[in-house]
């Protein structure tokens, strides 16, 4: 009897540990995707290590999901769950885009421009994780929540700065060189350029959330 009466009281998922994890994983993606950009012989072995934390980060929505559809209690809005992460998830396909791209156009070396931009890739990674950890208690935690999410967005701003500085320079040089550079070049800095954008896209769901909870 007792366990029939369990079974029908209200569940909350652990969504926040499995946010955590997520976060995790991200910022794995994003130091492998940052080591990539170091040049040297490693740049196989670290593809395919952010491609094996992007099916990792895929398998911890999936469970995201599964969990959304069966709890009765969440601890915010569902639709904010859902949003917030497939954002993140959103994030570390990104990274593995980028990490493909370079595969793909056999790049062996990096502007430093690229480099920067592979920074701001984990600076970001590194605040979102902060930030997720901080959700289990958005109201003692908003004020830090927020001053993350500038961080992200300045971060997002700077990293803009250094594409199109890198771009101008790739340009200048593929001028008198090959044109593959500078197309090769293009799509590199493109995708780092979308990585950021995704990661402060999650900097956005998160101060969403703080917004209607606080």
């Known amino acids: 009897m007792l366990q ?47 491609v094996a934390l992007e099916q990792e980060a895929d398998a911890i929505t999936r469970e995201v999901l599964i969990l959304l559809r ?14 917030l992460i497939t954002a993140m998830d959103d994030s570390v396909d990104q990274m593995q885009q980028t990490a493909k791209a370079i595969i793909l156009f056999e790049a062996q070396t990096f502007d430093p421009e690229m480099r920067a931009m592979g920074d701001a890739v984990v600076a970001c990674a590194e605040l979102v994780q902060r930030a997720v950890a901080m959700l289990a208690n958005v109201g003692k935690n908003a004020a830090e929540l927020n001053e993350i999410g500038l961080q ?38 493109n995708h780092l350029e979308n990585t950021v954008d995704r990661l402060d896209d999650v900097a956005d769901e998160i101060q969403g959330i703080v917004i209607e909870h606080v």
Not at 11 to 31: I, P
Not at 70 to 83: E, L, N, V
Not at 162 to 186: E, P, S, T, V
């Open 4 to 50: 029939w009466f369990h079974r029908l009281m209200p569940r909350q998922g652990d969504f926040f540990s499995l946010f955590e994890r997520h976060a995790a994983v991200m910022v794995g993606a994003a130091r492998a995707l940052r080591q990539m950009l170091a040049s040297g012989d490693q740049i196989i072995l670290r593809c395919q290590e952010v």
């Open 152 to 189: 992200i967005t300045r971060i997002e701003g700077e990293a803009d700065e250094i594409h199109d500085r890198g771009l101008g320079l790739l340009y200048q040089k593929a001028k008198a060189g090959d044109a593959i550079d500078f197309i090769r070049g293009n799509e590199i800095y």
């Open 70 to 83: 069966t709890t009765f209690i969440t601890p915010f809005d569902r639709a904010d769950i859902k949003s």
